[in-house]
T-cell receptor, first 119, second 116 residues
C-alpha cells in the first residue's frame, strides 16, 4: 500500500531562518514524489517533484527537496523563509510501475503541515 | 490554476438533496480526479478518470458518483447529501504518462460544500 506521513502538523520558523517540512513515504516500487502548497481559499499549487536522477530537486519560490531512498524521505527545504511562505504544505507519492490498472497515476497525499513564518 | 475551473465555488444544501459539482479544464489533459479535503485528513481521492471511457473508484467513493461527459468535463454528484459530506472538494487534472514519467496534477480552486 502507498502512504505518506508528514509527522508535524505545524512548523513555526522566524523569517530569514532555514525551514524544513518533513515527509516520509511508503510505496511499492520506485516512487514519484511531489510537494504542493495551499494558500488560504486556494487550490493546491505544484512546487516540485522527484521522478529520477539527482536526489536534490529544486522547485518554485526557492524551495528544494532532498530524496533519500534509504530513509524513504523527501523533506522540503528553503534556506531563508519568508512570511509569504506561510501556508499548508502537502507531500504526495505515486508509484512507478508497468501496470496502469493498479496505483499508477494515483497520488497519495499526506495530511499536510501548516507552516507559519513569523516576522 | 485558472485552466481548471469548478462550479459552484460555494454551496449550502440540506440533507437528502442531490448535488452536482462540475469541473472543466482547458489544459487538454486526459486524466481528471476528484478529491475531498477535510481538516487534518489531507486530500482523499473520490474518483478518477484516465480518459472519457475510463472511470475508477478512489478511496472514498461511497455516496458519490461521477460522469465524464467529455475530455474537458468531469462532474461529481452526491445523490443524497449527508452532513458528513461537508468538505472542500477539489478537481484536478494531469497529462498522461509519458516517457519522462509521471506528471504532476493541476488543481482547481475548490468547492466548499456544506450539508445541513
Amino acid at each position: 500500500a502507498q502512504s505518506v506521513a508528514q509527522p508535524e502538523d505545524q512548523v513555526n520558523v522566524a523569517e530569514g531562518n532555514p525551514l524544513t517540512v518533513k515527509c516520509t513515504y511508503s510505496v511499492s516500487g520506485n516512487p514519484y514524489l511531489f510537494w504542493y502548497v495551499q494558500y488560504p481559499n486556494r487550490g493546491l499549487q505544484f512546487l516540485l517533484k522527484y521522478i529520477t536522477g539527482d536526489n536534490l530537486v529544486k522547485g518554485s519560490y526557492g524551495f528544494e527537496a532532498e530524496f533519500n531512498k534509504s530513509q524513504t524521505s523527501f523533506h522540503l527545504k528553503k534556506p531563508s523563509a519568508l512570511v509569504s511562505d506561510s501556508a499548508l504544505y502537502f507531500c504526495a507519492v505515486s508509484a512507478q510501475g508497468a501496470d496502469r490498472g493498479s496505483t499508477l497515476g494515483r497520488l497519495y497525499f499526506g495530511r499536510g503541515t501548516q507552516l507559519t513564518v513569523w516576522p | 490554476d485558472a485552466d481548471v475551473t469548478q462550479t459552484p465555488r460555494n454551496r449550502i444544501t440540506k440533507t437528502g438533496k442531490r448535488i452536482m459539482l462540475e469541473c472543466s479544464q482547458t489544459k487538454g489533459h486526459d486524466r481528471m480526479y476528484w478529491y475531498r479535503q477535510d481538516p487534518g485528513l489531507g486530500l482523499r481521492l473520490i474518483y478518477y478518470s484516465f480518459d472519457v471511457k475510463d472511470i475508477n473508484k478512489g478511496e472514498i467513493s461511497d455516496g458519490y458518483s461521477v460522469s465524464r461527459q467529455a475530455q474537458a468535463k468531469f462532474s461529481l454528484s452526491l445523490e443524497s447529501a449527508i452532513p458528513n459530506q461537508t468538505a472542500l472538494y477539489f478537481c484536478a487534472t494531469s497529462d498522461r504518462l509519458g516517457r519522462r514519467g509521471f506528471n504532476e496534477q493541476f488543481f482547481g480552486p475548490g468547492t466548499r460544500l456544506t450539508v445541513l
